[in-house]
Each structure stands twice: as C-alpha cells, then as structure tokens.
C-alpha cells in the first residue's frame, strides 16, 4: 500500500463522510494528507486519527480568500499539494425545489459552495502547481461529480444537479488548458453514497428502497467505494487519464 507514497494531497470536505475516507486512504498509501473542511473540529479528529501524515486546513471553499490562505499557508509549511481533490459540496434537502418554486437564495448558497467552491479550489491548486519552486512540475485534480449532473435524478434537484453539472464542464475545459503541464484533472461522479449528506434518503425506507431499487448492483454505496478511484486518479497509475468522468455507482447512470 505505498501507491501514493513521496506525494502531499490536499482533500476538501475531508471532515467526513467520502472526503474523509478518501483522506485517510490516501495517507495508508503513504501520502501526507492535508484535511480541509469548514468544520475545524472534524478536521481536527480526522487529523488526530490519521496522525503525523496528516495536517488540518480550516476553509471555507466559497470564499476566495480563505482558499487562497490556505494554499499559501501550506506552501509555506513545505505542503503544497501534488494532488488535490475537490470534494466538498452541500445538497440542500428540503429546500432545493422543482424550479417554480426554488428560491434564489438556496439557488445561490448551491452554486456558491458546489460550483463556485470547486471552481476556487480548482484556480487556487492549479496557481499552486504551476509555481512550485521545488522542481516538480503537474500534478492532479480530481473534482467530485455526481450522478445529477448527467441525469434527472430527481425533480427537487435542480440547484445541486446544474451545480454538478457545471463540475463536468469545468473539470474538462481546466484539463485541456493544462495538460502541457502536465496537470490532470478528472471528474469522480460517486453514486448513491450513505453518507450525513444523504440522511433525508437513508433515513427514510421509501425513499431509500426507491434509489437502492434503481442501482443494478444491487446495493447502496459506501465511502469506502470511492477510495480505489481517487488512488488510480492521484498515482502514477493515472498518468494517462485527463479529461475524463470516472462513475462508481452501481450502475446507476447505464439506465
Ligand atoms: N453521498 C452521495 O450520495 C454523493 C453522491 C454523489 C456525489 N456526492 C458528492 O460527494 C461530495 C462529498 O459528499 P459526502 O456525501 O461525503 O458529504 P458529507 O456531507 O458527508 O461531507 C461533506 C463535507 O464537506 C464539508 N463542506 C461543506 N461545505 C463546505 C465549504 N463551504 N467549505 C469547506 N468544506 C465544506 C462539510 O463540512 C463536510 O465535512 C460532495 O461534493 C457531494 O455532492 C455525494
């Protein structure tokens, strides 16, 4: 388990849930990992359990500053990230709406966080790879799509799915403009995923029975699920791979 072994990666959302298993992972296969996530006290744990190969950077993704402080707090600490995964979003469950009724407001805090927050992570990471003074040259970003963004996977999404969408197309117009220097960027579309995200589906049989009852293999993702994908993306395995979308979901997305 040594395939990321000599690289420094940077997870947002690494707090919990996908962020955090990828995050930890990564450090089994020997990455120092930089946990970034708004919530200081679940970095703090995930740092605390993952131990030295780990380091906390409290951010939040939609706020340019703050991204930018942090990358520049991590080059200063010798950190810089050779990998970068653009993972922490929001689904705003209960307000997210069928477009008539679909407030402005959770339009924006959606697309602030999802959208915009990728986008900032995306601009601050690559800043970061083309100007590392260590001689290492590229890197890879991997951003986290989803399922909404290439089907109608419910009426209510409508502000989370444009936003997913939206990761798509970034994630290829950012690979075709850096892949000279050598800088990947690939989109991970997770599929259904018990996560805290999710709880108003896995808390909910119904529900949970309906989404479960439309994955071909069968069952509901776990965390764990993702982690493989995001180590091939991030290693050497990966060289090759840009520009592309990488669905684990059961399936889900052939129907
Ligand atoms: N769970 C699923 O079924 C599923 C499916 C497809 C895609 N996704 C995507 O996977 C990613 C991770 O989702 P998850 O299920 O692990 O969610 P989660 O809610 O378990 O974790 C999200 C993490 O992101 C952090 N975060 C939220 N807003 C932030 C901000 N502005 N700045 C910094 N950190 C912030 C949270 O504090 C949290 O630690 C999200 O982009 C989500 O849209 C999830």
Same mark, same amino acid.
């Given at each position: 388990?040594?395939?990321?072994?000599?690289?420094?990666?940077?997870?947002?959302?690494?707090?919990?849930?996908?962020?955090?298993? =990828? +995050?930890?992972? #990564? /450090?089994?296969?020997? %990455?120092?990992?930089?946990?970034? $996530?708004?919530?200081?006290?679940? *970095?703090?744990?995930?740092?605390?359990?993952?131990?030295?190969?780990?380091?906390?950077?409290?951010?939040?993704?939609?706020?340019?500053?703050? =991204? +930018?402080?942090? #990358? /520049?707090?991590?080059? %200063?600490?010798?950190?810089?990230? $050779?990998?970068?995964?653009?993972? *922490?979003?929001?689904?705003?469950?209960?307000?997210?709406?069928?477009?008539?009724?679909?407030?402005?407001?959770?339009?924006?805090?959606?697309?602030?966080?999802?959208?915009?927050?990728?986008?900032?992570?995306?601009?601050?990471?690559?800043?970061?790879?083309?100007?590392?003074?260590?001689?290492?040259?590229?890197?890879?970003?991997?951003?986290?799509?989803?399922?909404?963004?290439?089907?109608?996977?419910?009426?209510?999404?409508?502000?989370?799915?444009?936003?997913?969408?939206?990761?798509?197309?970034?994630?290829?117009?950012?690979?075709?403009?850096?892949?000279?220097?050598?800088?990947?960027?690939?989109?991970?579309?997770?599929?259904?995923?018990?996560?805290?995200?999710?709880?108003?589906?896995?808390?909910?049989?119904?529900?949970?029975?309906?989404?479960?009852?439309?994955?071909?293999?069968?069952?509901?993702?776990?965390?764990?699920?993702?982690?493989?994908?995001?180590?091939?993306?991030?290693?050497?395995?990966?060289?090759?791979?840009?520009?592309?979308?990488?669905?684990?979901?059961?399936?889900?997305?052939?129907?």
């Amino acid at each position: 388990m040594t395939r990321l072994e000599g690289k420094t990666a940077l997870v947002t959302g690494a707090g919990t849930g996908i962020g955090l298993a =990828v +995050a930890e992972r #990564f /450090a089994r296969e020997g %990455a120092r990992v930089v946990i970034a $996530d708004r919530d200081a006290d679940a *970095a703090s744990l995930a740092v605390a359990t993952i131990g030295d190969a780990a380091r906390a950077a409290v951010l939040d993704i939609s706020d340019e500053q703050s =991204v +930018a402080t942090a #990358f /520049a707090d991590l080059e %200063a600490a010798g950190w810089a990230p $050779d990998v970068v995964v653009a993972n *922490a979003g929001v689904q705003l469950f209960g307000h997210d709406a069928k477009v008539a009724d679909l407030d402005l407001e959770v339009w924006r805090r959606t697309i602030d966080i999802n959208l915009t927050g990728t986008f900032l992570t995306v601009k601050h990471a690559v800043r970061s790879m083309l100007s590392r003074e260590d001689g290492r040259s590229g890197g890879s970003i991997i951003l986290t799509g989803s399922p909404t963004g290439l089907n109608g996977e419910g009426h209510d999404f409508t502000a989370y799915s444009a936003s997913k969408a939206g990761i798509h197309g970034l994630a290829r117009t950012v690979a075709a403009a850096y892949a000279d220097r050598n800088i990947r960027v690939n989109t991970v579309v997770p599929g259904y995923t018990e996560t805290t995200l999710v709880t108003a589906i896995s808390s909910d049989p119904e529900a949970r029975a309906a989404i479960v009852g439309r994955i071909p293999l069968g069952r509901a993702g776990s965390p764990a699920d993702v982690e493989g994908i995001m180590v091939y993306l991030a290693s050497d395995d990966g060289a090759f791979a840009t520009g592309a979308l990488f669905a684990v979901d059961g399936g889900m997305t052939t129907l």
